[in-house]
């Protein structure tokens, strides 16, 4: 990375956010669309993510490496608030009357749609877990980061990461097994790089009867 990368953003300078944007931004939606379960969803949260990323700019350390924790961490926050206010939507619409039949849906997303509904299966089973622990999962598990870089996102220390990362694998890997059958980790998703060494993170192994 530039060394004055960090400070351009800081700085607010159109070019380091349009290479932050493209270095960052598909890992940024990624993210978001397993929070979500919802490809528009996680569309528009991403967006949100930059827009509150350029009225942070500010608050960013001039030093450090990737910028991509700091973007998860906004992401959190973004879907949270998001999810808060879906739900006085929810509670507003159920008061109106149910609407007409929708058309169908073109062929071309029956795919996205089997993507969507493995997801919010997987949410169901996500949400079992408490919030802290789901966020833990998502930024080391899915989406990859340290120990160190998720205890940036989510401001803790990096002893609460690790304690919460083991108790929501545990956690996760028992009620994936009883409602879902599947393993919920992507392949290379149990080792955790911490400054010079690798840590071994057991994965979970897939049981077949």
Same mark, same amino acid.
């Given at each position: 990375?530039?060394?004055?990368?960090?400070?351009?953003?800081?700085?607010?300078?159109?070019g380091a956010?349009?290479?932050?944007?493209?270095?960052?931004?598909?890992?940024?939606y990624n993210?978001?669309?397993?929070? %979500?379960?919802?490809?528009?969803?996680?569309?528009?949260?991403?967006?949100?993510?930059?827009?509150?990323?350029?009225?942070?700019r500010e608050?960013?350390?001039?030093?450090?490496? /990737?910028?991509?924790?700091?973007?998860?961490?906004?992401?959190?926050?973004?879907?949270?608030?998001?999810?808060?206010?879906?739900?006085?939507?929810?509670?507003?619409?159920?008061?109106?009357?149910?609407?007409?039949?929708?058309?169908?849906?073109?062929?071309?997303?029956?795919?996205?749609?089997?993507?969507?509904?493995?997801?919010?299966?997987?949410?169901?089973?996500?949400?079992?877990?408490?919030?802290?622990?789901?966020?833990?999962?998502?930024?080391?598990?899915?989406?990859?980061?340290?120990?160190?870089?998720?205890?940036?996102?989510?401001?803790?220390?990096?002893? %609460?990461?690790?304690?919460?990362? /083991?108790?929501?694998?545990?956690?996760?890997?028992?009620?994936?097994?009883?409602?879902?059958?599947?393993?919920?980790?992507?392949?290379?998703?149990?080792?955790?790089?911490?400054?010079?060494?690798?840590?071994?993170?057991?994965? /979970?192994?897939?049981? %077949?009867?």
């Amino acid at each position: 990375m530039d060394p004055g990368f960090r400070a351009r953003v800081r700085a607010g300078d159109e070019g380091a956010f349009n290479a932050l944007f493209r270095e960052h931004g598909k890992a940024v939606y990624n993210h978001c669309f397993r929070l %979500t379960g919802d490809w528009a969803g996680a569309e528009d949260c991403t967006s949100l993510v930059f827009l509150e990323a350029w009225r942070l700019r500010e608050k960013v350390d001039p030093e450090g490496g /990737s910028l991509l924790p700091w973007l998860l961490g906004i992401a959190h926050y973004v879907v949270h608030r998001r999810r808060r206010v879906g739900r006085r939507h929810q509670a507003l619409m159920a008061r109106m009357p149910a609407p007409g039949l929708l058309p169908d849906f073109a062929d071309e997303l029956v795919g996205r749609l089997e993507d969507q509904e493995l997801i919010a299966a997987v949410r169901q089973v996500l949400d079992r877990l408490s919030r802290g622990d789901r966020e833990v999962l998502a930024l080391c598990v899915w989406a990859g980061l340290d120990y160190a870089g998720a205890a940036q996102a989510l401001g803790v220390p990096v002893g %609460t990461v690790r304690s919460r990362l /083991s108790r929501a694998r545990r956690r996760l890997e028992k009620l994936a097994r009883k409602n879902l059958g599947v393993d919920l980790e992507p392949p290379g998703a149990g080792r955790q790089i911490t400054d010079d060494r690798t840590e071994k993170v057991r994965p /979970s192994e897939r049981r %077949t009867r």
